[in-house]
């Protein structure tokens, strides 16, 4: 795999996020429609394996995880970008036991 890997950045609903952080992980595909937007984003990254980089809130700190994107499928007949999500390498403000960003103290 490569060393430095180039970041895409999304928004995310609190209970996908959930999802995919849960242990099992429940889901292991993050969809986008194919918009433009999404479609020059992903080129931008280029092909896979690249960091995704997930946000569930706008004002800091907000719960984050970082996750290694393995393959992204274009299906054309729904229009989704489905992104293959692998590793999770890292995860911030989020209590995994709980399914819920942690508490500032």
Known sequence: M???LNTLTMNIKRDWF???LSIPQRKKIEYRTMS???L???EK???PPFKLRLLNGMLPPVPEATIIVT???KNKKNRELEFHLGK???VKYWDQQREKP???K
Request: zero cysteines.
């Open 36 to 38: 433009d937007y999404w």
């Open 102 to 104: 942690k508490k500032n």
């Open 88 to 90: 999770i390498l890292e």
């Open 40 to 42: 020059t984003r992903l």
């Open 71 to 73: 393959k992204v499928m």
């Open 45 to 47: 990254v280029g092909k």
């Open 18 to 20: 959930a999802s995919i």
């Open 2 to 4: 490569k060393k430095n």
